[in-house]
């Protein structure tokens, strides 16, 4: 098996990193949490040119994939760089239609390649919940009960969690789009999916958080010295970095099983998921604690990667959830 990512995969990596460094995403995230959805539709837009969304989809549905391994990668940038909006739930949108097929994949699929439309799933199932992401920013809520799909009709309250860019509400009514043992499939892969794309942006996450907390310790200094100088620090920083390299390769492995449709697909995508957001919520405690008190406040760029660890690590699979998944067929490798 491969870890490695070839040379077209890291030069895709560092294309949407360096688009991404000058889109001022710090921006647009505020916007995005103050309902404004311009600013997040345009850089939407931006990485519909650059291949992100057609990834999840088919040729045959004017996509390029699915790439699994590719969208791993996109994934991890969108996280380094906090991108808000429904992502992982547009991949997971696209998976599903396209193992169900029919009507609603010919109609939604191309949009969401192309970057017209964006969605939002809400699976009422483990590792799920009640709740669609950005249900009011998305042109399409889909919610899977059981073995039945169907397209909301309208959902009720926004609230914000924890990230104050993460938009949730409760879909409501709607048509039905599907229904039997094809849809409990299918939605099963796609929650593979959310749950891949979700560590995969989280380690990205975690990933820059580090970065940004090295930067600055090696800039604040305490008596007389710069802080980065301290024992201590240099330990807790070094154990962030550990369990950041720890997660990549499972979330590469992850990525790969599902591209091979392994049956052990699932525990290896939750074995990445558990790693890769535990090893994030970390990153995020060290930059909060090694910021001091400039780390708590709003008007620092950091507030806006570091409210976005702990919902990443509860979204499609708790910790509790994917430990539980992993060790119910035994261990992974």
């Avoid at 964006?118 to 920013?137: E, F, I, N, Q, T």
Wanted: charged share 20%; with cysteine.
């Amino acid at each position: 098996m491969r870890f490695l990512l070839d040379d077209e995969q890291r030069e895709f990596a560092r294309t949407l990193d360096d688009m991404l460094g000058s889109a001022g995403t710090p921006g647009v995230v505020r916007s995005w949490a103050a309902g404004d959805h311009g600013p997040g539709r345009a850089l939407w837009a931006r990485l519909a040119e650059a291949g992100v969304f057609a990834l999840g989809v088919a040729q045959e549905h004017e996509g390029l994939g699915p790439l699994p391994v590719e969208l791993a990668v996109a994934f991890g940038e969108l996280g380094r760089h906090a991108v808000p909006g429904p992502l992982a739930e547009t991949a997971a949108a696209s998976a599903l239609l396209g193992r169900l097929g029919g009507d609603a994949a010919h109609a939604w699929l191309p949009q969401f390649a192309s970057g017209k439309a964006m969605a939002s799933l809400c699976v009422l199932s483990p590792g799920g919940g009640p709740y669609a992401l950005d249900a009011d920013a998305a042109d399409a809520v889909f919610v899977v009960d059981g073995d039945t799909v169907r397209l909301a009709a309208s959902h009720g309250p926004v609230q914000s969690s924890a990230d104050p860019a993460r938009r949730l509400a409760r879909p409501l009514g709607g048509a039905v789009l599907g229904q039997g043992p094809e849809v409990t499939a299918a939605a099963a892969y796609a929650t593979d999916v959310a749950a891949l794309v979700t560590a995969a942006q989280a380690l990205g996450l975690g990933r820059s958080l580090l970065e940004r907390t090295v930067r600055y310790v090696r800039q604040r200094t305490q008596f007389g010295v710069t802080v980065g100088s301290f024992q201590a620090v240099k330990h807790r920083l070094a154990d962030t970095l550990i369990a950041l390299e720890f997660a990549q390769p499972l979330v590469h492995a992850a990525a790969l099983a599902l591209a091979a449709d392994d049956p052990a697909a699932g525990r290896e995508v939750a074995a990445a998921k558990v790693s890769a957001c535990e090893a994030a919520y970390g990153a995020a405690r060290t930059a909060l604690q090694l910021h001091g008190a400039v780390g708590y406040t709003e008007e620092l760029d950091l507030s806006l990667w570091i409210r976005k660890a702990r919902p990443l690590r509860n979204a499609w699979g708790t910790p509790a959830a994917c430990r539980a998944r992993v060790l119910a067929d035994g261990p992974v490798g």
